[in-house]
């Protein structure tokens, strides 16, 4: 049966009047999805129509539903993923953005510290001051001497250096180990969604496939049965 662009289609589901574009066939669904759909509403038919948001709503329960099956309890991480393939939304996000603007002044002081903590341009700056104290101490103020020889003085300031870089490192590093989780549990449920996505998409092809195929072999049937009818007749016609 031809349908035009803007006749009126009734939902199965919501018994509302949706347009063509807006509903699907009820052949379309996936065996899986009619499975569950029927449990719902018993009177589905294949014949009829359901809208696209009734599918969606379904698709997002069986998904759901797959994955506690598997999963057990669904954490937050989960239904994330759950919400973003419902809203039909990207969930991929750049985590080292998201980080960083969240970062309080403390904690970006910290970075930069560490990060200049942990370079040759504070062990060259470090070797320079210390030779430089000491050669002072020694040579150029021998008669004065601030801190004469063994540089007590410069001993407590190096202790003090340590004494500070080393919380400022911890708490770096923390934050590090922070960020590391955030990329860690982002991947986790880029990776889950891709799956679910594929498998659904796995099922789609074959269900599509399948379908094809009894059509194929319909037509088949219909061509032949032509056929047979057309060599029955010519002969009396011709022989007529
Ligand atoms: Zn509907």
Redesign the pocket.
Same mark, same amino acid.
């Given at each position: 049966m031809i349908r035009k662009p803007h006749e009126l289609m009734i !939902?199965?589901? !919501? $018994?509302?009047k $949706?347009k063509l574009n807006e509903?699907l066939s009820g052949e379309l669904v996936r065996p899986s999805l009619v499975e569950m759909i029927q449990k719902k509403y018993p009177d589905w038919s294949s014949e009829g129509f359901?809208?696209?948001?009734?599918?969606n709503r379904f698709r997002t329960d069986y998904i759901q539903n797959l994955v506690e099956k598997e999963m057990g309890e669904l954490s937050t991480l989960e239904l994330d993923v759950m919400r973003s393939m419902k809203d039909q939304e990207l969930l991929s996000k750049n985590v080292n953005v998201e980080f960083d603007r969240t970062a309080t002044i403390g904690e970006r002081v910290a970075d930069k510290v560490a990060e200049f903590g942990g370079s040759w341009g504070f062990i060259t700056t470090f070797t320079v001051v210390i030779v430089g104290w000491i050669i002072m101490n020694s040579i150029v103020l021998f008669l004065r001497p601030f801190d004469p020889y063994p540089f007590i003085l410069l001993n407590l300031v190096l202790s003090c250096v340590a004494a500070f870089q080393a919380p400022i490192i911890m708490m770096s590093q923390n934050r590090q180990e922070a960020k590391d989780r955030l990329r860690s549990e982002h991947d986790y449920q880029i990776n889950l969604k891709a799956e679910l996505e594929i498998r659904h998409l796995n099922e789609k092809l074959d269900h599509l496939l399948a379908q094809q195929w009894q059509r194929l072999v319909e037509i088949q049937q219909i061509q032949m049965d032509l056929m047979e009818e057309l060599a029955r007749k010519t002969p009396r016609e011709l022989g007529g």
């Open positions: !939902c199965q589901i !919501c $018994k509302e $949706k509903v359901i809208c696209r948001a009734d599918l």
